[in-house]
Structures are given as C-alpha cells and as structure tokens.
C-alpha cells in the first residue's frame, strides 16, 4: 500500500490534530541507482522496500504504519548529478555493545559498504561510505541510543547549533533535548525513534544537499499556512527546478533544503 493512501486512511482522532507544529517524517536521499542503493540501506537497516512510483525507492520498518515518529522513514529518489562533496546530513547508525559495533562493520562492509576517512582522527565510532559514496557512521555502544531502533541520529552540519535550535525548536513539535554551542539535540516529544541532532562543522556547505529532510504538518493542517509560518521562523522559499509539485521546498537559515510535504 503506497504512502499517499495510508495517509487517506489514518483515523479521524489523527485527523483531529490541528494547528500544530510540523514533524520529521523521512529522510530524502538522491542516488543514481535508487533501487540498488535502497537495497543496501534495506539490508543495512533490516527495513522492508517498496516504491511509490519510478525513480524512488521507499524503506520502513516491516509493519510500520507510515508516518509514526517510532521510525524517521528513507526514500530514496534518483538523480543523474553526480556526488562531489561531503553530504551535511547523514544518519548515525546505534549499536549495543563493542562487540556488535564489530559485527555490523563487517556486515556493512560485505554488502558493499567501506571506512571513509573524513578528518574524524581517533574516534570510538566508524566512518563509512554507502556503495554510492554517502557518509554515516556505526557508532560504539552508547545509552542514549538504547531504544531508538536502528538509526540512532539524523545528524546535520551546521554553523551555529544555537541558531539550529531556535529555528527547528519551533519549527516541529519535536522536543529540544539539549543546546550547546557544540551541538542541538531533538527527539520527538513521544520520546521514541531517533535523534536529530545539529552538529558544529567547519565545513562550507557547497551546492545542494543531495541528502534532506522532509517534513510534514499534521492532518487538518493547512499547508500553506504552514509554510508562511516557517518562512516566518527564518526559512526560505527556493527553487530547485521541482516543477508544479504538491510539496513546498524551504531551506533552514543556514541553507539546508528541506521540503514540507501535504498534511497527513
């Protein structure tokens, strides 16, 4: 069953909720092969995969009844340009203990994955690459990350962590975890799924993300209305050549695309 009709599906309580903020509900990543690259996160996540049309390749967790804030979902869209610079969104992968951080490792690395070294130095964690060259992290045992399933963060490069919390703070109705001049943390405020963390760089963003998120109001929200309220926090409206398309495409205050589907 596709996305769009789960959505016309949802119960009339859900469809109750209104005037709220918006919510993190997947992760946007461009490829060049979406099915190929969809089935290495499939297996790399133990998700099931599905598509919503060609081009895209959709994962969720087996039986997962999208959307839900247990899961922050990964779609994957094909795109003919190429990579050419470090991704400012990537996503954390949670472990339980050294020995299965060891074991994951070796099984990323047999279904095609490969270390990355992207100036960490010595770290506890490993850096990798998907087999399209996407960055993320097999991260060493940590508490925080205990029930949050397979992806433990959604981590974006910033400039200012600090200006990142006061944007998406108010932007979803996620709750803000902790604020520092290092880093900002939100989780949503159920308290499942996992982090989204905003994480000090020196890097200069350079072009688009190929790697985004997107976000979505809830049913009986008005997504025009939604929109002007972001822009009213700091976003703007761009152009990315997306054509005559039921979403809003917005960048953050540091310029980091996202886009904020239909209500739903």
Known sequence: MSRSVRLILLSRTAASIVGMATRLVQINMKARDDSALGGFWAAALGWGVSSEGPGVTNLEPEGFVYPDPVAVCLDLVVSPEPKTAKNRVHVDLATTSAVHQAEVVARLRDLGATPADVGQGDVRWAVMVDPE???FCVLDPRPLYRDTGPIAAVVVDCADPRAMARFWGKAMDWALHEVTDHQAVLRSAKGV?????????????????RVHLDVR????DDLAAEA????ALGATVIDLGQDDVPWTVLADPEGNEFCLLTPG
């Open 217 to 220: 109001p809830y049913p009986g």
């Open 193 to 209: 799924g996992p982090y989204l963390e905003f994480i000090r760089t020196p890097d200069v963003k350079t072009g688009w993300n």
């Open 228 to 231: 002007a309220r972001l822009r």
């Open 133 to 135: 060259g996407n960055e």
